[in-house]
C-alpha cells in the first residue's frame, strides 16, 4: 500500500538486535528508537506545545476516542486537523480508539461490525468500527494512523476468544485499508494480536506484514503479563518482521522495559507513566524514581537530577535551578509541581532514547545496558530484575559479567 513514510537504517548493534534509524514522516524526521510522550486530549498534561517542543519531542501522541468525542469530527474538520487544534507542527500518531471502549468502558461488547458501547457522556448505544476509527483519524490529521484492532489482556485463559481477536484484527485492518482516504499523507500502522501464544503471535505477524502497512505496531501488551513472558512476544514477532520498517510496542514506558525492548528489535514505544507519576510527585533519574513528597527532601536543596539538562535542573541559560527541596514543599498542593516534574520526565525518557541511540551507533549499546543496570541498582547485581536479566541473555549480554 502507499506510504507516507521513509525509513533509513542507520545502524546495528553488533550484539543484540537493536537498531538505529530515521523516520522521516510528513512533519519531519524523527530519531529511532525513540519513546512518544502521550497528549490525550491533544495537549500533554501539564505542558504547552512550545514546553514539549523544547524537550526535543517530534513525534507525540493523540487520543483519537477522546478527540472524536471532544470537540468531534465536526470541528476537527473546521480546524483543519489535531496540529492546529493543539498548536503544533511536528508530528503526530493517533491510537484507533479501541482500545479506551475497552479498558474504560466495561459496558462494551465486540462483534464482527465493530466496538458497541455505551456513550460515557449520556449512556447512548455507540458503534465503533474500522470504518469510523480511520474516518476519524483522517480527519484528525495524524502522520501515523493506527488500524482498530480487537484487544484482549494477555493474562486471559480464554484461548478460543483470543484466537478470535488475532484473526477479526487482521479482517479489520484489510477495512481499514479500504476506509483509509489518506494514504499518500498517513501512514496507516497494522496492529500484531495474539497475546502470549507465540505461534498465534507468528501467525499473525504473517498475515499483517503481507498486508504491506507503511510500519507495524505489537499490541495487546502491557496489559499485567509477566515480563519474561513479555520479552519472549516482543522478540518472537521482532524477528518475524521486515527489517526496513518501523516497530512500535505499543504502552510501554518504564525506562527499564525501554532498554531491554530496544535489545529486542523495537524501535518506537509510547505511555502515560512518565506525565501520571510526576502528577504524584514523583522524578524519573538514572538512579531510580524519586517521590519527592517524602520527608528526606525537605532540606535538599540539589537539583532533581545531577547533570540532567532539562529546563528544571539546569542553571543559567534560561534554567530554572530547581531544588528538590522546592518540588517537596509544592508538590502536594501546587500544580506547578507537577508541570515543572513533567517536564523533567518528559526530558529524561527522551535523553534516554538519544543515548540509547548513541550508544548503538558507536557499537556500544551492551555496555550501555550494563551501566544502565549499575547507575539504576546502586551497582548491586542481586537487585537487577531476573526477567531482565534474561531476556538480555538471548540476545548475548550477559548483565552478570564483570
Same mark, same amino acid.
Request: a negative charge; aromatic letters at 8%.
Given at each position: 500500500m502507499p506510504s507516507a513514510l521513509k525509513y533509513e537504517l542507520v545502524a546495528r548493534c553488533s550484539t543484540t538486535k537493536a537498531r538505529a534509524a530515521i523516520l522521516t514522516l510528513p512533519h519531519g524526521p524523527v530519531q529511532l528508537p525513540l519513546f512518544m510522550p502521550v497528549a490525550t486530549q491533544a495537549s500533554l498534561k501539564g505542558l504547552t506545545p512550545q514546553q514539549?517542543?523544547?524537550?526535543?519531542?517530534?513525534?507525540?501522541?493523540?487520543?483519537?476516542?477522546? #478527540?472524536?468525542?471532544?470537540? /468531534?469530527?465536526?470541528? &476537527?474538520?473546521?480546524?483543519?486537523?489535531?496540529?492546529? !487544534? %493543539?498548536?503544533?507542527?511536528?508530528?503526530?500518531?493517533?491510537?484507533?480508539?479501541?482500545?479506551?471502549?475497552?479498558?474504560?468502558?466495561?459496558?462494551?461488547?465486540?462483534?464482527?461490525?465493530?466496538?458497541?458501547? #455505551?456513550?460515557?457522556?449520556? /449512556?447512548?448505544?455507540? &458503534?465503533?468500527?474500522?470504518?469510523?476509527?480511520?474516518? !476519524? %483519524?483522517?480527519?484528525?490529521?495524524?502522520?501515523?494512523?493506527?488500524?482498530?484492532?480487537?484487544v484482549i489482556v494477555t493474562t486471559s485463559p480464554d484461548m478460543e476468544r483470543m484466537r478470535e481477536a488475532m484473526e477479526r484484527s487482521v479482517r479489520w485492518l484489510d477495512r481499514c485499508i479500504a476506509a483509509h482516504k489518506n494514504p499518500t499523507k498517513q501512514n496507516l500502522f497494522c496492529i500484531i494480536q495474539g497475546g502470549l501464544d507465540l505461534e498465534l503471535r507468528a501467525r499473525c505477524c504473517k498475515e499483517m506484514v503481507a498486508r504491506g502497512t507503511p510500519g507495524i505496531a505489537i499490541g495487546g501488551l502491557s496489559g499485567g503479563e509477566a515480563k519474561a513472558d513479555y520479552c519472549r512476544v516482543v522478540s518472537t514477532c521482532t524477528s518475524l518482521l521486515p527489517e526496513m520498517k518501523p516497530r512500535y510496542v505499543m504502552g510501554i514506558g518504564y525506562p527499564e522495559d525501554l532498554v531491554v525492548s530496544v535489545a529486542l528489535g523495537a524501535d518506537?514505544?509510547?505511555?502515560?507513566?512518565?506525565?501520571?507519576?510526576?502528577?504524584?510527585?514523583n522524578a524519573i533519574?538514572?538512579?531510580?524514581?524519586?517521590?519527592?513528597?517524602?520527608?528526606?527532601?525537605?532540606?535538599?536543596?540539589?537539583?532533581?537530577?545531577?547533570?540532567?539538562?532539562?529546563?528544571?535542573?539546569?542553571?543559567?541559560?534560561?534554567?530554572?535551578g530547581v531544588t528538590k527541596?522546592?518540588?517537596?514543599?509544592?508538590?502536594?498542593?501546587?500544580?506547578?509541581?507537577?508541570?515543572?516534574?513533567?517536564?523533567?520526565?518528559?526530558?529524561?525518557?527522551?535523553?534516554?532514547?538519544?543515548?540509547?541511540?548513541?550508544?548503538?551507533?558507536?557499537?556500544?549499546?551492551?555496555?550501555?545496558?550494563?551501566?544502565?543496570?549499575?547507575d539504576r541498582h546502586d551497582g548491586?547485581?542481586?537487585?537487577?530484575?531476573?526477567?531482565?536479566?534474561?531476556?538480555?541473555?538471548?540476545?548475548?549480554?550477559?548483565l552478570m559479567e564483570p
Open positions: 514539549l517542543e523544547e524537550t526535543g519531542c517530534r513525534l507525540c501522541l493523540n487520543n483519537t476516542y477522546h #478527540l472524536g468525542l471532544k470537540p /468531534g469530527q465536526e470541528v &476537527l474538520e473546521k480546524l483543519g486537523g489535531a496540529h492546529k !487544534l %493543539q498548536g503544533w507542527n511536528h508530528n503526530i500518531l493517533t491510537d484507533s480508539g479501541g482500545f479506551q471502549m475497552v479498558s474504560l468502558l466495561k459496558l462494551a461488547n465486540v462483534t464482527e461490525e465493530g466496538v458497541r458501547f #455505551l456513550s460515557p457522556h449520556d /449512556g447512548t448505544p455507540m &458503534l465503533l468500527t474500522p470504518e469510523h476509527s480511520i474516518s !476519524l %483519524q483522517n480527519t484528525i490529521g495524524s502522520d501515523i494512523i493506527m488500524q482498530l484492532d480487537d518506537m514505544f509510547d505511555c502515560v507513566w512518565p506525565t501520571r507519576t510526576a502528577r504524584f510527585g533519574t538514572k538512579y531510580g524514581v524519586l517521590n519527592l513528597r517524602h520527608a528526606r527532601y525537605a532540606n535538599d536543596f540539589g537539583p532533581i537530577e545531577e547533570g540532567c539538562g532539562c529546563v528544571c535542573c539546569r542553571e543559567g541559560e534560561g534554567g530554572l527541596a522546592f518540588i517537596h514543599h509544592i508538590a502536594a498542593k501546587e500544580t506547578v509541581g507537577a508541570h515543572l516534574l513533567t517536564m523533567h520526565n518528559v526530558h529524561y525518557q527522551l535523553a534516554l532514547m538519544r543515548s540509547v541511540r548513541d550508544s548503538i551507533i558507536e557499537d556500544r549499546f551492551p555496555a550501555f545496558l550494563k551501566q544502565f543496570f549499575a548491586d547485581k542481586t537487585k537487577y530484575p531476573d526477567w531482565a536479566v534474561e531476556a538480555l541473555r538471548t540476545v548475548g549480554v550477559d
